[in-house]
Each structure stands twice: as structure tokens, then as C-alpha cells.
């Protein structure tokens, strides 16, 4: 992402230009816009003239709108941001308060207005704009008969294409029809990686596996690129590199990226300082439980203490419609940091963000233990319970 | 009426473009015919062949004396079909055809299929399309048809239930007692018969909805009435009486400790290898430098397992002992093949545990992270109670007496608390390799001097069988999926509950998608029927493969087996690294499925042995905790309830290659 000028007033209030360059910058860009924002970018719309006789004909102009953003939808799998609101500046095309949706488009610059910029929104700009963030990698995980295909950018972990092949067992006297299945099923996953890797921008491709898989599959890998010439598979052999992994599903990414050799190999990736900081917060939770809290409330009461050493948080609640509860949130990254604290902001596109935006969202490691939080227990949603009891007809 | 239009994907509206200018609004205007009405009026060649295999295979054992009046039944049955198929729509205006058709649809909607079009199209053209009318008269003539097969039906006592394989013994019955299913085409009028796939041409039963349910029978899927009531264990006792009993083994132990190599040398020594083969294994890995492979690779088929020199899949066999038919299952030891060998477990028995005696190597795979403790653990919380200990490899220790008793001593402390009770754990000395006390009485005088117990397979031969539950509804465990000789794909997996005929139909996995038994085989022999216990593959004939995977369950369609994405168990955490917590993602074991989950919610930590609610809704569950939790999975599974079906109310759960807990399903929502 480029910045292209930004003018923010003492009282937080201001605009900003940037120009989307890759995909990830959508996912930024999409962190950063909420609801009430005014976007002012380029675009096409479809204007409808009539002519004095009644007939009337329709024509594409492309024009710069602004509007008043109601709705914002991301495609992770396409990685396009769709904003839906109200023109707010009248131009010869279309009226004021007409609907429109602003597609924005790579390549081209928009101005982001916010009637308040708060520290989150500002620190998104400068990461989106740091060019030293992005590492490109791609990674298979896979087992006998599944494989997903990644790629993990800085803040995205996306899964390109997942193959599920089922093969069949090896028995009595025939084993043919297993070797054929497997044969079957490397096939598909290297197609994959032909069309889904852009070896230009990835650094390393990791295949993970179980037990021999991954060996296997990449010595059927590299005779079939022989076989068949495909030059761009032999070009980067040497970026494959074939780690362990449990199971071929999208969760034991984690522990791909905890493997010290993709450590070295990818630095310090914020996928991968994300899933550090998710262990260790877990690793706190075993060795002692009065130092490490999650959910909302805990958390909040261990700020109020200045107690929190490490706080753990999911981009998805800052995604949040509502303005009060998003502030909120701000002024405990902000307090957590004034009074020394490091915060971590996850990404929830990430394995490990995933997995703490179902942790409630917000964890925190604590620089003293507090056993008083524990014994306050927290009675308030008995929703489970309810649930259960009228589950039992069936 | 052409019959070479595509009518499922025509576009209605470019068809009757024009249509509606004429006239402003037709009788059809508002639902003009959709495909399902359209299929009734059109030829397909693929529907009438379905309705008349169904009803052939449906009539099957019927005994000669109904032919005549079969036939008689067969010709009206034929001649309707044909009616309605080569059947002309009279030649009528536009208004006239339109308000026919939607006479004939009402009419359709309350008979349903079973009167020919000719039959409405005259009827209704006779009372110039009056509906009171036309009911009135189809539904009487149909009374007045289906009045003396009812009479027969009547006179008929309560028809005793006869298992395919009896009826030859059983003395003629008098020729109007009618044992096949009554007709559908002469019942009246029923709109309770929710469109019997079979005719429709449709797999997928559907959810009717409404009032229907209250008017339809109990059952939402329909079954024959044979597989309605079947007597399960009246049919067990006939079919199974004169055999031996099954029994599946599973053979598991730390890797290397010599698991295949032991299983394959008592399967030489049984005779189920031939010589020709075991030599051409010996030359083989001779030529390896692998020779002490030879008896692994009976077991070990694939390249893959043979070059690297262990066991990746679960391998199967047969064995046959005095009193028994043993299945062995050899699993892997190796720990990235554990999810392969939790499947094979889940099939099993009775456990075969396999220790290497060798000094050094039964202390590594007996301490943590060695997979001796994981595996006993495992099989005791997939159900498996009895455990035969085979301390392997003693002749390298030199038949030590010592050693032996050493190992007991350390395995037996820890089998117990693994929750194993001591009277069905035997401790067996012998050696894979060599082939000493496997088969026969120990040779070796360095054994013979203080050992005098049972060889192994008498260790085998003494397991107990359990219980099996036939009488209870269907469910069987897919454990495989592969091309069969014939047509179609087989499935194969094992019978956990229930019977299972030929020609039954059932239901397939969490998409409930319904089909029909065509073949049932059970180690390569073709079966009519086979129980729970049973190892089997089954042929499905007219089913997307892609529907079928491993893991999922087969139903009895009469009692369906819940499908959900989410359920609450109660589980007992093993040594864990990190504590489980909300939102912890865990791969979830259950049968042959693997499945991700996540545990959405810890509702209760338990106390181990009393079960009281220790702490509502805990932060984290530590190590060896027992708790309530709810798990979701993110595709619908089959699961049942342990108190429901102990078989398929089991879970596991694994996380990055470690087993950190057990459980069963308390609830499933």
C-alpha cells in the first residue's frame, strides 16, 4: 500500500489517500474502513440518459463518487473489497444520496475520510505501508487423501484449494488400486501448486505432512516435472522444503510454522509471531493459570490493575459496527501500552488468530499473578444450559 | 409431448412466450408445470425400467402359487405404465388443453401416481372437467379394484416372518395366503405415500412437511415390509448357528517391536501362506538385505512399507483356530499412523499388545511418548477390554526369566491404571522371528525351564466374544471405499449393530442419501445376511461416490442415526502440554472419521470418579481432568449417543499428533 497523503487535524479528524497495490492491501483496507467512513475513489457506473422523445439509452462513464459507507463486504478468496453506501457529493452523473458500490480496484488510489482516527486505525496505515512486512509463502499440508493448498502472506493465511481424494485401502492381494489412488491424488495436489503458487513472489514452499507422504509426494513431484517438462517447477526446486506436520488439515499449519527450520528460513513473519505468542500464552495457562486470563472481562479488570504484561488481541473486534464497543477496545490497547504493556494484534485470517477469536478474542498474559480474577466467577450467560435442556427431545 | 425435450432445464417462460398475450391469464398462469409434473407426463426411459426393477426384486420370493395371479396383477400393473407412457393427449384448443392439465394435476395431487393419465384425461373430459366429479368416479372404480386383493389380505393371518434362506423347508402355504407386500398401485388413494424414491426417480428422500407428516406413516423412509420386521436374532441363530464365531484382534505396540513379522509368522505357521509365497518373500528381502523382514512383508504389501521396512496401514487377515474365525488387524507403531491404526482399533475386539524385550528398546517405547502407553490407551478407550501381552524378542535377552518378570511387573501396574482388569490381561513369552511358543508348545529349553503356560494362539483361542447387539437398529462404520470387481464401488467397513440383508435399503451418511444393499460380501464370499461384528463389503449400487466417505455411517432408514455439527461430551483429559481451553481446535476421532473440531465450550469440570460438577464453566482444562464440553465440527457427522450405542458414542481427540483426550457423546444437540 502507498500512502499518498494523509492530513489529520488535532482533533483526530482527517482524510487519507492510499493506493492498494497487492491483494493483502484489500484486507487492510478492509480493517480500516467502517461503517460511517466516507470513501471517495474512482469508478464505473452505469448512467441512464432520456432523451426529449422518451427514448432512453444506458452507457458506462467512469467517474469519482464519494460516498457514505453503510455496508463493506471483503471475498477473502478473491481478495476484492465491495463498499455499499450513499453518494454524498453531487457530480453531472449521479444524484446526491444515489446508492452506490464502490468495487475498490488495485492500482488505483482512494481517500479515506473518518469523522475520528483512532491509534489502531493509524498504526494499520503504517503497517500496510511498511514494504519490509510482506514474505510470501506457500504451503501444502497434506495427508493421504487430503491436501490443502496455502498461501500465508503477512496478514492473511488463505487457503487456495483444498483436495480430498479418497483412496482406497490396502488389501489382501491388490494393493494396485491404493498405489493408483495415491497416484491420483499426488497428481491433483501438484496441479495445484501449478496453478495456485506464483513462484515470483513466494519465497519458500513448505510441504508438511505425516509420516512419509511428503517425501513421497515430492519425489513424484520431481519425476513427473521431468517427465512432463515443467520448467517452472524445476526452475524453484530449491525453494520446497518438506517439514512435519500431524495431519494433513488446515489447523496443523501451526505447527508448521513453529518448526525451526521454517523459522529460519521465513525471519520473523507476523504468522509465525503469532503463533509464538499464542503458545506462550498457552504455556502460561498450564504453568500458572493466575497469570494468564482471557475473555473481556477478565482481561478488562487485569488493565485496571496495570497488570498486563502481554495482551493478545483479534483484528475482528475492532471490525465491529459498533462505535462504543470498537472504542473500548482502543482505549485498552492504548492503556495497556501507556503503562508499558506490549500489545499484539492478530490477524483473524491467521491459524492461530482463528483459533483466539474463538478464545473470546482478547487474551492476556500478566506480569503478577491474580487469583482473585479467577474466584470471581463469572455467572452471567447461562445460554449453554438452556440450550442443552431443550436438546433432549431428539 | 415430445419426448426429446429436456424438460428439467427448459426455461417455461421463453416456452409459453406469446402465451400470455393472448389470453391475459390462463389457468396455468400462475405455476406452470413444474419438472416433477412434467417427468409424469413424459417418457423416460430410465423411470419405467426403475419402477419395474423395483417391483421385480421386491416380488422376488414370492412362491409359485401367487403366479397366477400375479401375472394377473403384473399385466394391469404393465398396461397402466404403458397408458400412461405411450399415452396421446386428445387434440384439444388451447383453453381446453390448459384447463385439463390443470384438472389432471389436481386430480394427481389427490390419487397420487397410481391411476393411469389416460384414465384422468378421460374421466375428466367426461364430466368436462368438473373435479367433485372426476374424483368421485376415479376413486370409486379404485375401490372397486382393490377390494379383493384387500380380502385376500384380510383372510391372510399375521404373516409369519420367514427368513430368505428357510422359506424352501417351510411347508406350501395355502395358496390365498399372500406373504408379498401388497401393491401399492391398488391401495387407495394415498397421499400419504411420500413419493417412494424409487419411482420418482429421485435418491434423496424428502422432508415432507406440514400436514403430510401427520397423515404419513411413522417412518419417513420406507422399507420393505421384510426389513420392517425382521427378527434379528431369530435370523442370527439360523444363518450363524453351525459357524464359529468371529472375532477381530488388533495387533498394536510400540514400532518395531515386531508386530507384523509376529503376525505374519503365525499366519505361516497356521497355513495361510503358502510356501511359494513365503519363499518368494524370502528371496525378495534377501535380496534387500532385509531378511528378517520376510514374515512382515505378508502383511506389509505396498513399496512404499516394504522399502522403508514398517507397517503405514492397517493390514488384515484371517485366521482360523479350533472354536473361532479370527480377523487380525495389524496397525502401524509408527506415531504419525495413529489415526490409521485409532481406525483399525475401532473394528476390533480384542487387543494383541506386542513389547520388545530387547534391552533398551522396551524401556523406549514404554516412556513417554513411546507409543506402547498411547496405543494400551487408546484400544481401552475405543472399548477394547481383553489384551493379550506378547513379550517379544526374549530370545535376544537369552529366554531371561528375569527380564520377563521385569516387564510384566512394569506393564501390569501400568495396565491397570490404564484401566484394564487384571483376569483379562494374559502375559505371553515368544519370539516373532524364530516362531517360538507361537503355535506350539515352547521347544527352547532356556524358555521350557520356567515357562509351562499356553502358546500364543491358544492366547487367542481363549478370548471371550462379546456381546454382539443384533436386535438393535442398523449401523454400520464405512471404513473403505474401493472399486469393486463388478459394477459400481464397494464399501466396506464393519457392522456395529443390526442385521443386514441383501436387497435392504439404507441410509448413507450424514446426507442421509438412501440406497439399496446389491451385494454383500464378507472375505471375498457372498453373504444374504450378515450381524453385527461383521467385517463386510457392501455394494451400493445408483449412489454418488463423492457422498461416500470414510468414516461415515450407515443407517437403518426406520430409525436414522442423528446427524450434527454439534455435541456435548464428557471427556477425560490425558497429559496434555497445554491445557484445553475455549476455542482450542482439535482433530476429532470418531469410528474411521477424522474430522476438525473445535471445542466451542466447557460447561462443567467433573470429578473423576464420583461425576460431580467440580467448577461450572472452567477457564482450562489441565492435565488428567475429567470435564463436559461441547465440540463442534465444521461439516455435519454421524454421531450417536454413548448411552444409546456404546459403539458409536466414542471420541477422541488429537491435537498435533498426540492423543490429549477420550470421551462420550452425553448429548447431541
Known amino acids: 500500500m502507498k500512502l499518498l497523503g494523509k492530513y489529520v487535524d488535532k482533533g483526530m479528524q482527517g482524510n487519507v489517500t492510499l493506493m492498494p497495490e497487492e491483494s493483502e492491501d484489500m484486507w487492510h483496507a478492509y480493517n480500516l474502513i467502517a461503517e460511517g467512513d466516507s470513501v471517495r475513489s474512482t469508478t464505473i457506473r452505469k448512467v441512464q440518459n432520456e432523451t426529449a422523445t422518451g427514448s432512453s439509452t444506458s452507457n458506462r462513464v467512469r467517474t469519482t463518487l464519494t460516498i457514505a459507507v453503510e455496508s463493506i463486504d471483503f471475498d477473502t478468496q478473491a481478495c476484492v473489497l465491495r463498499l455499499k453506501g450513499r453518494n454524498i457529493e453531487e457530480n453531472q452523473y449521479v444524484k446526491m444520496g444515489a446508492y452506490h458500490t464502490l468495487d475498490l480496484e488495485l492500482n488505483r488510489k482512494f481517500e479515506l475520510r473518518k469523522p475520528e482516527w483512532d491509534t489502531i486505525a493509524l498504526e494499520r496505515i503504517e503497517m500496510a505501508c511498511d514494504p519490509t512486512q510482506s514474505a510470501d509463502v506457500a504451503a501444502v499440508v497434506m495427508q493421504e487423501g487430503l491436501a490443502h493448498v496455502c498461501l500465508i502472506t503477512a496478514s492473511m493465511t488463505l487457503v487456495r484449494s483444498k483436495i480430498e481424494v479418497s483412496i482406497p485401502r490396502k488389501r489382501k492381494g491388490s494393493v494396485q488400486q491404493h498405489e493408483k489412488g495415491l497416484a491420483k491424488f499426488y497428481e491433483q495436489v501438484m496441479q495445484s501448486i501449478l496453478r495456485h503458487v506464483n513462484f515470483d513472489v513466494v519465497k519458500c514452499v513448505l510441504i508438511a505432512s505425516p509420516g512419509f507422504v511428503r517425501d513421497q509426494f515430492y519425489d513424484y513431484m520431481f519425476q513427473q516435472a521431468v517427465k512432463m517438462d515443467y520448467k517452472l517447477l524445476l526452475d524453484n526446486k530449491s525453494k520446497f522444503m518438506l517439514v512435519h506436520a500431524s495431519s494433513g488439515f488446515k489447523h496443523s499449519l501451526k505447527e508448521v510454522l513453529q518448526d525451526p527450520a521454517v523459522l529460519a528460513k521465513m525471519s520473523d513473519t507476523k504468522a509465525a509471531g503469532e503463533v509464538k505468542a499464542l503458545e506462550q500464552f498457552y504455556m502460561m495457562l498450564q504453568c500458572e493459570p493466575a497469570k494468564a486470563f482471557y475473555g473481556k472481562k477478565h482481561v478488562l479488570q487485569a488493565a485496571e490493575s496495570q497488570a498486563i504484561e502481554t495482551l493478545l488481541i483479534s483484528d475482528n473486534l475492532f471490525r465491529c459496527q459498533d462505535v462504543a464497543l470498537r472504542k473500548e477496545y482502543v482505549n485498552l490497547v492504548e492503556s495497556v501500552r501507556d503503562a508499558g504493556g506490549e500489545v499484539k494484534i492478530f490477524s483473524s485470517m491467521h491459524i492461530s488468530g482463528e483459533q483466539l477469536a474463538q478464545l473470546t478474542g482478547i487474551a492476556a498474559l500478566l506480569r503478577f499473578p491474580m487469583p482473585e480474577l479467577e474466584d470471581s466467577d463469572d455467572d452471567d450467560d447461562e445460554d449453554g444450559a438452556a440450550g442443552g435442556a431443550d436438546s433432549d427431545s431428539d | ?598 471445542v466451542c465450550k466447557l460447561t462443567a469440570s467433573i470429578h473423576k470418579s464420583t461425576g460431580e460438577v467440580v467448577k461450572k464453566k472452567p477457564r482450562c482444562l489441565g492435565n488428567n481432568s475429567c470435564a463436559l464440553v461441547e465440540l463442534e465440527t465444521s461439516r455435519p457427522i454421524c454421531i450417536e449417543r454413548y448411552a444409546d450405542f456404546k459403539e458409536l458414542g466414542r471420541v477422541m481427540l488429537r491435537v498435533a499428533g498426540v492423543t490429549i483426550a477420550a470421551g462420550m457423546v452425553t448429548k447431541i444437540r
Open chain 2, 1 to 598: 409431448m415430445s419426448r426429446h425435450r429436456i424438460v428439467r432445464t427448459m426455461d417455461y417462460n421463453d416456452e409459453y412466450d406469446g402465451y400470455d398475450d393472448i389470453y391475459g391469464h390462463s389457468v396455468e398462469d400462475e405455476h406452470c408445470i413444474s419438472p416433477t409434473d412434467a417427468q409424469q407426463w413424459l417418457y423416460d426411459r430410465a423411470r419405467g425400467q426403475q419402477s419395474i426393477s423395483a417391483f421385480i426384486s421386491k416380488n422376488k420370493d414370492i412362491q409359485e402359487e401367487d403366479a397366477d395371479e400375479e401375472e394377473d396383477e403384473d399385466a394391469a400393473f404393465e398396461k397402466a405404465r404403458r397408458d400412461s407412457e405411450s399415452f396421446q393427449m386428445p387434440q384439444l384448443d388451447e383453453i381446453e388443453q390448459a384447463k385439463l392439465s390443470s384438472c389432471v394435476d389436481e386430480v394427481r395431487s389427490v390419487v397420487g401416481d397410481a391411476v393411469s393419465e389416460r384414465r384422468i384425461v378421460e374421466t375428466s373430459m367426461k364430466f368436462d372437467y368438473d373435479m367433485q366429479k372426476i374424483l368421485d368416479e376415479i376413486l370409486n372404480e379404485e375401490t372397486k379394484k382393490s377390494a379383493k386383493p384387500a380380502v385376500n389380505r384380510m383372510k391372510a393371518p399375521p404373516a409369519p416372518v420367514l427368513p430368505k434362506t428357510v422359506s424352501k423347508t417351510v411347508a406350501t402355504p395355502p395358496p390365498k395366503i399372500s406373504l408379498k407386500e401388497p401393491r401399492r398401485g391398488f391401495e387407495i388413494p394415498s397421499p400419504k405415500v411420500p413419493s417412494s424414491p424409487v419411482v420418482s426417480g429421485r435418491n434423496t428422500p424428502v422432508d415432507i412437511s406440514g400436514d403430510d407428516i401427520s397423515r404419513s406413516s411413522a417412518t419417513l423412509f420406507k422399507v420393505s415390509k421384510e426389513q420392517a420386521v425382521r427378527n434379528a436374532r431369530q435370523l442370527y441363530e439360523k444363518e450363524r448357528a453351525d459357524q464359529k464365531s468371529h472375532i477381530h484382534m488388533i495387533v498394536i505396540g510400540h514400532v518395531d517391536a515386531g508386530k507384523s513379522t509376529l503376525m505374519g509368522h503365525l499366519l505361516y505357521d497356521t497355513g495361510n501362506v503358502s510356501q511359494r509365497v513365503m519363499h518368494k518373500h524370502e528371496q525378495e528381502s534377501k535380496k534387500l538385505g532385509k531378511q528378517s523382514f520376510m514374515y512382515a512383508w505378508v502383511l506389509d504389501e505396498t513399496g512404499e512399507e516394504r522399502a522403508r521396512g514398517i507397517t503405514m496401514d492397517v493390514g488384515q487377515s484371517r485366521i482360523e483356530t479350533k472354536t473361532k474365525i479370527v480377523t487380525l488387524l495389524d496397525a502401524p507403531g509408527h506415531k504419525d499412523f495413529i489415526p490409521n491404526m485409532i481406525s483399525g482399533a475401532t473394528q476390533a475386539d480384542v487387543a494383541l499388545l506386542v513389547v520388545d524385550a530387547t534391552r533398551g528398546e522396551f524401556e523406549s517405547g514404554f516412556e513417554l511418548g513411546g507409543q506402547t502407553r498411547e496405543h494400551a490407551i487408546l484400544v481401552r478407550s475405543l472399548g477394547v477390554n481383553q489384551l493379550g501381552v506378547v513379550i517379544n524378542k526374549l530370545d535376544t535377552v537369552g529366554w531371561s526369566q528375569e527380564r520377563f518378570t521385569e516387564i510384566v511387573m512394569k506393564l501390569k501396574s501400568f495396565l491397570k491404571l490404564a484401566g484394564f482388569k487384571d483376569s483379562d490381561v494374559s502375559f505371553t513369552p515368544c519370539s516373532g522371528l524364530t516362531g517360538e511358543n507361537l503355535t506350539k508348545k515352547a521347544q527352547e529349553s532356556a524358555l521350557t525351564s520356567w515357562y509351562s503356560g499356553p502358546h500364543l494362539l491358544d492366547v487367542i483361542e481363549n478370548f471371550k466374544i462379546p456381546e454382539r447387539a443384533i436386535d438393535r437398529p442398523l449401523r454400520m462404520s464405512v471404513s473403505d471405499i474401493y472399486k469393486g470387481t463388478g459394477s459400481g464401488f464397494c464399501i466396506s467397513g464393519r457392522v456395529e449393530t443390526g442385521v443386514l440383508c441383501l436387497n435392504d435399503k439404507v441410509l448413507v451418511g450424514a446426507s442421509r442419501e438412501q440406497a439399496q444393499v446389491k451385494s454383500l460380501t464378507m472375505n471375498e464370499f457372498p453373504q444374504t445376511c450378515v450381524f453385527a461384528g461383521d467385517q463386510v463389503s457392501v455394494t451400493l449400487p445408483a449412489l454418488d461416490i463423492n457422498n461416500v466417505t470414510v468414516g461415515c455411517i450407515i443407517s437403518d432408514p426406520q430409525t436414522p442415526i442423528p446427524v450434527t455439527t454439534r455435541f456435548q461430551a464428557r471427556i477425560i483429559v490425558f497429559n496434555v502440554k497445554v491445557p484445553i481451553t475455549m476455542g482450542f481446535p482439535v482433530l476429532l476421532h470418531h469410528q474411521s472419521l477424522i474430522e476438525p473440531a473445535v
